[in-house]
């Protein structure tokens, strides 16, 4: 391969003739020429160069950890890396101030492209001054109204708050009226139900001294019930014995009265009964004396 076409040789003689033509365009006024159809084509260089340059020197690094078969390389190769770039970077500014110094560029420029290049600078500096100025004082603006703004919800919101504390105080006070009031009826109803509860109780002992009494009374109601029921079933069946030893046709059954059961068996077995009463049974004088059948 020829030396012209390696990458380095052309970028070394590209930068070669770039130089030599801005020296010709300084002295031969192609200012104009270099403006509109040079300066373009070296944006659209430079910014291409700083599109690329992070995706590279990042797949760089990736591509290059990533090859490494043991990492303990790695900080070795980090700090060789940091300071190869430090090194490069004092080297680059060094040469540069040395060609700025040496060769003092633009001290060759005529006097009309000097003014030319301050007129314009100045006025870019004046434009750029000039919309300094009006964002300042947009900034300014904004910043009074934002000001303005801020103190009229300020206030707005002391208000709001001053109306919400008067309305806490009123809703305190409420509360506590009404929390007293409630306290008093709860005292109230417990007073009264205490009162209704030993009322209760009082009455739920009278209540069980009375059914005391009468479950007494009812024990000895049933015991003079059962002697009157014994007795009765005595009176009956001496009735019934009495009845069985009668005579059949013209003596007559001299019965108490009080006893329906025991009248209505001798009249269904063809005795003739009169039921008197225990003082007419003495009276009567009969084929059956009546004092036998008085019990």
């Not at 209704?196 to 009812?218: D, F, N, P």
């Not at 001798?266 to 059956?288: F, H, I, P, W």
């Amino acid at each position: 391969m020829k030396w012209y076409r390696k990458l380095h040789w052309q970028i070394i003689l590209g930068m070669i003739l770039g130089l030599i033509y801005g020296i010709a365009a300084a002295q031969f006024q192609w200012v104009g020429f270099a403006t509109n159809w040079v300066v373009p084509f070296g944006d659209i260089f430079m910014n291409l160069l700083k599109l690329i340059a992070v995706p590279l020197v990042l797949t760089s690094l990736v591509a290059g950890v990533a090859s490494l078969s043991d990492f303990k390389k790695l900080s070795r190769m980090g700090s060789k890396t940091i300071g190869l770039y430090i090194a490069t970077t004092a080297v680059a500014v060094t040469i540069g101030l040395l060609v700025v110094n040496v060769l003092q560029p633009g001290a060759q420029l005529p006097e009309a492209t000097k003014a030319k290049l301050e007129a314009q600078f100045q006025a870019n500096a004046a434009d750029k001054a000039k919309a300094l100025e009006q964002a300042k004082a947009q900034f300014e603006a904004e910043k009074r109204r934002m000001r303005e703004a801020h103190e009229r919800d300020t206030a707005l919101l002391k208000e709001t708050i001053s109306k919400l504390e008067t309305e806490v105080a009123g809703m305190e006070g409420k509360f506590a009226d009404e929390r007293n009031d409630l306290l008093s009826k709860v005292r109230a109803a417990k007073a009264l139900y205490q009162a209704q509860r030993a009322m209760m109780y009082s009455e739920v002992s009278k209540l069980q001294k009375a059914i005391s009494v009468k479950e007494a009374q009812a024990a000895d109601w049933h015991a003079k019930v059962t002697a009157i029921e014994a007795e009765k079933l005595s009176l009956i069946s001496k009735l019934e014995e009495a009845a069985a030893n009668a005579i059949r046709y013209n003596d007559f059954v001299i019965f108490p009265t009080g006893f329906p059961r025991t009248l209505e068996k001798l009249q269904k077995a063809g005795y003739l009964v009169r039921e008197v009463s225990n003082t007419e049974c003495a009276k009567l004088d009969g084929g059956m004396s009546c004092l036998s059948l008085r019990f």
